[in-house]
C-alpha cells in the first residue's frame, strides 16, 4: 500500500488518536487498543512505511535500558 493511499492515511490517523489517548489516559485497555492497530497496520504496510512501534512486537512494554 503506498503512502497516498486514503486507507493507510486512515490507519495512521487512527493510530495517532489511540496513542494520544494512551499517553492522556493509560490503562491497559487503550495499550490493547494502541498494539491492535499497529499489528493491523503491519499487516498491510510494508515494514519500511511502518510508523516506530511505541510497544515491543510482543506486545509488551519496551525492555528496560541496560545498566
Same mark, same amino acid.
Request: proline content about 8%; cysteine-free.
Given at each position: 500500500m503506498n503512502k497516498n493511499?486514503?486507507?493507510?492515511? %486512515?490507519?495512521?490517523?487512527?493510530?495517532? %488518536?489511540?496513542?494520544?489517548?494512551?499517553r492522556q489516559h493509560p490503562s491497559e485497555r487503550n495499550r490493547?487498543?494502541?498494539v491492535r492497530q499497529e499489528q493491523?497496520?503491519?499487516?498491510?504496510?510494508?515494514? %519500511?512505511?511502518?510508523?516506530?512501534?511505541?510497544f515491543a512486537p510482543t506486545g509488551g512494554a519496551p525492555a528496560p535500558a541496560p545498566t
Open positions: 493511499h486514503p486507507v493507510y492515511h %486512515s490507519l495512521m490517523a487512527r493510530l495517532e %488518536s489511540l496513542r494520544e489517548q494512551y490493547y487498543r494502541l493491523l497496520i503491519a499487516q498491510w504496510v510494508a515494514a %519500511s512505511d511502518l510508523p516506530t512501534p511505541l
